[in-house]
């Protein structure tokens, strides 16, 4: 017999893309999950495949120093039927000199970039070629994979869908933000494969990092810590709380990871400024889903940071209200971290399902700023002995608050009020643009059974007393919504619930603030000292809060923090209510012209009216949308946009992939900034 020659070969990119549901990610490149049977064919010249003449044989190697023991290298045979345990490669069908050939990796696999040799030999003649590369992911569709997700509708949202939404503002007022997450646009797969590959772990032990790539949980640990810099690992992002961004971009103008991802491969690995909680948790989720990974966005509201490990967050206020002595413990209005789905067969059955991880640098964990994977179930039941860092994420959603008085005389006063951690917990519902509470994944209803009994577990003593024991009773409301722009009131409600009168002084104190707690001036102030409450009477105090008092300090977190202080003259107690207002920006109108079908031209109308007394300017808007614009689209205006008057523009695009698209836009100016909006779009699909 003559050599078998190998003349060309096609790795079917588009076909298998389609079938592994990786088509988005371009079809230059072969990307295909773990487990699935993927097809490639061989062109042979002269004369055809015999099957007991000639041997055909695959080599797949991954990461630098491949070696079988690592299962980073594999050598196998094409055989007749497919291999359970290993990669297997078998013969689909023959035509001619053309034969067709299905290989398959075990669900198990080391994910990253492969590539791939066939050896051909007849008789003692052998000769190896290198048919190219290819990539492997996670397959949460495998029922024998570590990720493997079993409803349809969750898998498209939290591996497939590009976009989401990011919730922000407070817990009285829960706002949304749109993201892009986009993990199918072009280079990003490419860009969180180079984020493995410059990990310190990976740097330290090329071997043991690539062969440890099959394991959700390890991959989850390397992206949390590599998303934050403060490592001095190459991370991804700079984080910055203190309102100056001058030097970078402020952690609200963002949209999108693609943006963050792209920066920071262009150049050199350098930390991209600026990021906060929710870009940590997006950029994260976005290479999770990337690999293959189940992951979403989670927001906690009245997110408790317990440095002392405690469970208690002690906070002193001045008599008038004013914070003093800054304990490192703090409450940030919101917090957000990554959920990833996986099995854990390194713990004890139970505790499979959704993992809480958290990219934000706040505490060491092994000696690195990275946090998680934590089972959120363990969390719920109090096991706070698991892996990874759970009495964390424990107390973030279970602290206790402790306001103390501090008198001129400086003494101490505990005050009545508990103010509560671990609200509405949230996240974007499957398939559908609302929120999902999933606050009863984290913790069992307030004052039951369940609750004490994790309480007891963990050792944590809520001191908090329940409001009604007490005879005075102290709300803050707000009336209206609250407008960027416009003066506002909130009302500071007592209730007397005792049969006897009270007199009482009340201290009411407004301040711009951050969404971590931290606060800026104040921006309205009133100090009644004589107010008098008749028995089971309420009484309603307003307190006015002027835009020319808060626009110069607002921050753009959009938040003012209303403290009230309600002191007995005849006992001395201290009541103290809390609320954050949230300041509405105005809303971005996004009009869409035409009918929008893929690979044909669309345009938006987007304006914003400028609901401020002064002009803006430096006016810009950022759009983007996986799929839609292909990258980011800038536009500056010219002109300033005077008060009451509209800023507009057209941009014209054409969308490349079909399907439920968001076009998001981002408005920046002097005044008013971090002003986002959305618009869903259905693209048909190009007629065939």
């Excluded at 990720?147 to 817990?171: A, H, K, M, N």
């Excluded at 707690?517 to 028995?535: F, I, W």
Aim: hydrophobic fraction near 35%; include cysteine.
């Amino acid at each position: 017999f003559a050599d078998l020659v190998l003349e060309t070969w096609d790795l079917q990119c588009e076909r298998n893309g389609r079938e592994h549901r990786t088509a988005e990610m371009g079809c230059q490149q072969l990307v295909v999950r773990r487990g699935q049977p993927f097809t490639i064919t061989l062109h042979f010249s002269g004369r055809g495949y015999e099957e007991g003449v000639d041997k055909l044989a695959f080599n797949v190697e991954t990461g630098p120093c491949p070696v079988e023991t690592s299962g980073t290298r594999s050598h196998f045979a094409v055989t007749d039927f497919p291999e359970e345990s290993g990669w297997s490669a078998v013969v689909q069908q023959q035509d001619g000199g053309s034969l067709s050939i299905s290989l398959c990796s075990p669900p198990n696999a080391r994910v990253g970039r492969y590539s791939l040799t066939l050896e051909t030999s007849t008789g003692y003649q052998g000769t190896s070629c290198h048919i190219g590369d290819f990539i492997l992911l996670f397959n949460a569709w495998h029922p024998e994979d570590t990720v493997f997700l079993r409803d349809e509708d969750e898998r498209c949202e939290y591996v497939l869908s590009q976009q989401g939404l990011i919730y922000q503002g407070t817990r009285d007022y829960i706002t949304s933000t749109p993201w892009n997450f986009g993990q199918f646009e072009d280079d990003i797969l490419s860009i969180c494969l180079k984020l493995l590959d410059t990990n310190p772990k990976f740097l330290r032990d090329q071997n043991r990092d690539c062969s440890r790539r099959n394991d959700p949980v390890y991959i989850g640990r390397v992206v949390s810590a590599m998303v934050n810099c403060n490592d001095e690992d190459w991370g991804v992002l700079a984080g910055r709380w203190d309102n100056h961004y001058e030097d970078g971009m402020s952690p609200m103008a963002w949209i999108g990871s693609v943006d963050i991802l792209k920066r920071w491969k262009k150049f050199g690995c350098q930390p991209v400024k600026y990021g906060q909680c929710w870009v940590f948790a997006a950029v994260a989720c976005t290479v999770m889903r990337c690999l293959g990974i189940p992951s979403r966005v989670v927001t906690n509201y009245n997110s408790a940071h317990d440095t002392n490990g405690n469970l208690v967050i002690d906070r002193y206020l001045n008599e008038t209200g004013q914070e003093d002595r800054r304990s490192r413990d703090m409450i940030w209005n919101f917090h957000c971290w990554v959920e990833s789905w996986m099995a854990r067969p390194d713990l004890a059955p139970g505790y499979d399902g959704w993992q809480a991880l958290d990219p934000t640098p706040q505490e060491k964990s092994e000696g690195v700023f990275c946090c998680g994977p934590a089972p959120v179930r363990a969390i719920k039941e109090g096991d706070l002995q698991l892996k990874y860092d759970i009495p964390f994420i424990f107390a973030e959603v279970n602290a206790d608050v402790v306001y103390w008085v501090v008198q001129h005389d400086g003494s101490q006063k505990k005050s009545t009020h508990s103010s509560v951690v671990g609200k509405n917990i949230s996240t974007k519902s499957v398939g559908r643009d609302s929120r999902e509470d999933i606050t009863h994944t984290y913790k069992y209803p307030e004052g039951s059974e369940k609750e004490r009994e994790v309480f007891a577990k963990a050792e944590h003593k809520k001191s908090s007393l329940r409001e009604e024991d007490e005879g005075l009773h102290l709300k803050i409301k707000l009336s209206e919504g609250a407008n960027n722009g416009c003066d506002f009131n909130v009302f500071a409600v007592i209730n007397n619930n005792t049969d006897t009168d009270r007199v009482c002084r009340l201290m009411l104190c407004a301040r711009t603030a951050s969404y971590n707690g931290t606060v800026g001036p104040q921006c309205g102030m009133k100090d009644l000292l004589n107010v008098t409450l008749a028995p089971r009477a309420e009484k309603s105090v307003p307190l006015c809060i002027l835009y020319e008092k808060y626009g110069e300090s607002l921050t753009q977190d959009n938040l003012i923090k209303v403290v009230a202080l309600l002191t007995e003259y005849q006992t001395g107690d201290v009541v103290v209510a809390i609320r954050d207002v949230y300041i509405q920006n105005p809303e971005i109108k996004i009009r869409i012209l035409g009918e929008p079908m893929q690979k044909r031209k669309l345009v938006a109308e987007i304006s914003l009216v400028n609901p401020l007394a002064v002009p803006l300017n430096n006016c810009m808007f950022v759009v983007e949308g996986a799929g839609l614009t292909d990258g980011q689209r800038i536009k500056e205006l010219e002109e300033p946009v005077e008060p009451k008057a509209e800023a507009k523009f057209r941009l014209d695009f054409v969308p490349h992939q079909a399907g439920l698209r968001k076009l998001m836009v981002d408005f920046e100016s002097d005044k008013l900034t971090g002003v986002k909006g959305y618009r869903n779009v259905i693209i048909a699909p190009q007629p065939k």
